[in-house]
């Protein structure tokens, strides 16, 4: 069964910065497509960055140069850095996965991912 946990979340000043991580599980090699979501409340959930199996990445333009997507492999462990975060960039963040061959094309379409986490939260105090 696969299991996806995310931790790192918590409360930060605009300027600074986290990093999110993500534990796999149950997977037998990491999901080709893996990604970091986030929805803040009253709003839809949004993709922030993916990573394919070859290493390409794609982000959201709101996040481009501020945050890095990253994964290590040996530990099945997906990551987040974020810097210089803002504000609008508190929400909850999921952490996602899926198989086949979309990936990078996703980034708005979060309902084509079949894992999950249970999310951890972010917030950016001005």
């Known amino acids: 069964q696969v299991q996806l946990v995310e931790s790192g979340g918590g409360s930060v000043q605009a300027g600074g910065s986290l990093r999110l991580s993500c534990a796999a599980s149950?997977?037998?090699?990491?999901?080709?497509?893996m990604g970091w979501f986030r929805q803040a409340p009253g709003n839809e959930r949004e993709g922030v960055a993916l990573?394919?199996?070859?290493?390409?990445?794609r982000y959201a333009d709101s996040v481009k140069g501020r945050f890095t997507i990253s994964v290590d492999k040996a530990e099945n462990i997906l990551y987040l850095e974020m810097n210089s975060v803002k504000p609008e960039d508190t929400a909850m963040y999921y952490c996602?996965?899926?198989?086949?061959?979309?990936?990078?094309?996703?980034?708005?379409?979060?309902?084509?991912?079949?894992?999950w986490g249970q999310g951890t939260q972010v917030t950016v105090s001005s």
């Open positions: 996602a996965g899926k198989s086949g061959d979309l990936c990078l094309g996703a980034l708005l379409a979060p309902s084509v991912f079949g894992h």
């Open positions: 149950g997977y037998t090699t990491l999901t080709p497509c």
């Open positions: 990573l394919d199996s070859n290493g390409r990445r």
